[in-house]
């Protein structure tokens, strides 16, 4: 899963990231200095790239709330994997980061209703703020029309398939790595003609492919972080040098609070 800039290789060294927001100071092509820009370059303090690499950030948009902007666009290309139909019943298996983006762009579809199940029940207060249901898995909702998961976990993707309804459609957009998955393939799988679906942000999703390219899927993702609500998905900021102290709470569940890049400008 190499980044678009990565350098070395994992595990160590490697300079690895994409969610880079930063203010041009040197200008590139039409873009002026001062003007703040979203990349997919790695966590750095200064960098050198070619404007057609850089994505401007309307000054509406706080520079925090743009870090989301990889993340947006991943949530939007599995939507588009998805193919949600007005006032489909769809359910969505992990509520992290990426998980609630998906349920925020398919709340936004007429009619569409939409449960975020996790494990944590704290992220409630995240279904909440997008006018989602919530549900614990063992009270998951079934039949669904389509069942979105994003949980990377066995028990997650088990889930999903449990409560999709007849000839649904369960999108994988968990990334498992070299990790092997233990899947329930018996009971209704099979009987039902469930269909699993993968869906990757390196490709833009067939239905839109022969129009969009990658930029204008950014672009696209890059305006839909306008809505406020979204604010509900970040916390403050922990800084680089502290990461030490801080990161160990924060995996744990311990410390509450999510780890976002640091802002430069």
Known sequence: MTAPFQV??????????YANVAEVIEPAGELPAGQRVFSLFPHQSAFLLPASAL????????SIRATLAANMETALNITWDASILPCSHVSVVGVGTLGALVGYICRHIAGVHITLI?????????ADEFSCEFATPDAAPENQDVVIHCSASDTGLNTAIRIAGSEAKIIEASWYGSQHSN???????????LNLI???????????RPRWSHRRRMEA??????????????????QFESTPEDLPGVFSGKKDTVFQPIVYS
């Not at 070395?8 to 490697?14: A, L």
């Not at 994505?55 to 706080?62: A, D, K, R, V």
């Not at 899947?183 to 003609?193: I, T, W, Y």
């Not at 993968?198 to 839109?208: L, N, R, Y």
């Open 221 to 238: 993702a890059i305006s839909l972080l306008e809505d406020d609500v979204l604010e509900a998905l970040l916390a403050p900021p922990i």
């Open 198 to 208: 993968s869906s990757q942000v390196g490709q833009v999703a067939p239905a839109m």
């Open 183 to 193: 899947l329930v393939l018996g009971g209704g799988f099979h009987s039902q003609r």
């Open 8 to 17: 070395g290789s994992f595990p160590f060294p490697v300079k690895y990231g």
């Open 55 to 62: 994505y401007p950030i309307p000054e509406s948009l706080p």
């Open 118 to 126: 996790d494990v944590n029940e704290r992220r409630q207060d995240i």
